[in-house]
């Protein structure tokens, strides 16, 4: 039932161009900014960062980097690094020090936010907080914007939760985030930037959520995928958010953005056609429908990265209204793009690391569930 053969992607000379600036968007013909900005990041070495900090020294600006010191770039321009950790609330090396703005990417610990505000509220003059379409209260609502309620914490005390507490509770990811929101416009009242991100993709991303599509469709084959191909979905380049966060900063532009895309709506069949076209790539799909996937026990997102069922309580899931965050400059590159060099990517690092992707199903998963499709006399391909 699966093909064996190793796709041999031809790349584009975009996604080329993209891969030897490690992800920079445009290259050499990033313009300057219109003024010079001091600009501390706060992480900067995950996933977001490295694309912040390349394009911000590309448009012109000073970066100084606050982390533990775990991982090293070779930057294109000057980089200040400053250590700390803010798990045992050691910021001492931001003391005395100012900032035109301060972007904070990691954050989802309220504490960590309350501890960068009594550090910095009078230190820089805008605080850009990376939050998460998760902060929501619920998901059943089509083209809900920002002014949706957010998620209530309901634990004893948010200032007290840990990395190890979030790890043994994951529900709490979306609750703590708002609590973190609340912490930053509380700091930082009138220059407060909260960007919701919804799902990130791009070269560099370690949660394969995307990744496992154009990992898949390259292998070719029969490949199964999700509902009836008209379920929306939303995601944003990492480059695109992290591009735009900068530009946020040049302008100065404060409030609540839903940070997801494409600019038009997009479905899951249009997704993977895109994925397909741009690899180059011949596989069949196989639809199944989201009643017989939740009989074998394939869930919707992890299993199925991507997708959601648009229906119940996930019917609003990826189809947040973003005319906020377009109006304020945020724009995209074409999903070809980011398929391509999301493949590229991935097929540079470690062999152990392509043996086992973080999402998705694995090939007997996948093939059990085919067969059980077909047994039931279903079945669509295309």
């Keep these: 039932m699966r093909s064996n053969r ?19 968007a445009l290259g050499a013909n990033i313009s300057s900014a219109p003024r010079p900005l001091r600009i501390l990041i706060l992480g900067g070495t995950g996933f977001i960062g490295p694309h912040q900090v390349r394009y911000a020294l590309s448009r012109g600006h000073s970066i100084t980097l606050y982390n533990r ?16 950790d803010r798990n045992t ?43 998460t ?12 914007d920002e002014t949706a309620p957010l998620a209530q914490y309901s634990g004893q005390d948010a200032m007290a939760e840990t990395q190890e507490t979030l790890r043994a509770h994951p529900a709490l990811y979306g609750p ?3 609590v973190s929101e609340h912490e930053a416009q ?15 993709a791009g070269p560099g991303d370690e949660s394969d959520r995307f990744t496992y599509w154009p990992v898949r469709l390259s292998r ?15 995601l944003i380049d990492v480059r695109d958010l992290a591009e735009w966060t900068i530009r946020l900063a040049e302008s100065r532009t404060s409030g609540v953005f839903n940070a997801t895309g494409p ?3 997009m479905t899951m069949r249009e997704m993977l056609a895109t994925i397909v076209s741009s690899l180059q790539v011949r596989p069949t799909l196989t639809w199944v429908s989201s009643q017989f996937l939740e009989v074998q026990h394939i869930e919707a997102w992890r299993d199925m990265p991507v997708w959601v069922p648009a229906q119940g309580d996930t019917a609003g899931f990826a189809n947040r209204s973003i005319q906020r965050a377009l109006k304020a400059g945020l724009t995209f590159r074409p999903l070809a793009t980011t398929s391509v060099d999301t493949l590229a990517w991935f097929q540079q690092q470690p062999e152990p690391r392509q043996a086992k992707l973080k999402a998705g199903l694995i090939p007997d998963q996948e093939d059990a569930a085919l067969i059980a499709w077909k047994s039931s006399s279903h079945g669509t391909t295309g």
């Design 6 to 24: 190793r796709a041999v992607v031809k790349l584009s000379g975009v996604a080329l161009a993209g891969l030897a600036s490690r992800g920079l």
């Design 69 to 84: 010191g775990r991982q090293k770039e070779d930057w294109h321009g000057p980089v200040e690094e400053l250590l700390g």
């Design 89 to 131: 609330r050691d910021l001492k090396s931001l003391q005395g020090r100012n900032w035109d703005v301060c972007i904070d990417n990691p954050t989802t610990l309220p504490f960590w936010v309350r501890d960068a505000g009594l550090a910095l509220h009078d230190r820089v003059k805008q605080y850009i907080f990376i939050s």
């Design 133 to 144: 379409v998760s902060a929501y209260a619920e998901n059943k609502t089509a083209g809900a």
């Design 176 to 178: 703590l985030k708002a």
């Design 186 to 200: 509380r700091y930082f009242p009138g220059k407060a930037t909260i960007v919701r991100p919804g799902l990130i």
């Design 220 to 234: 070719g084959g029969e490949v199964l995928a999700p509902g009836d191909g008209s379920d929306p979905i939303q």
């Design 263 to 265: 600019a038009r709506p």
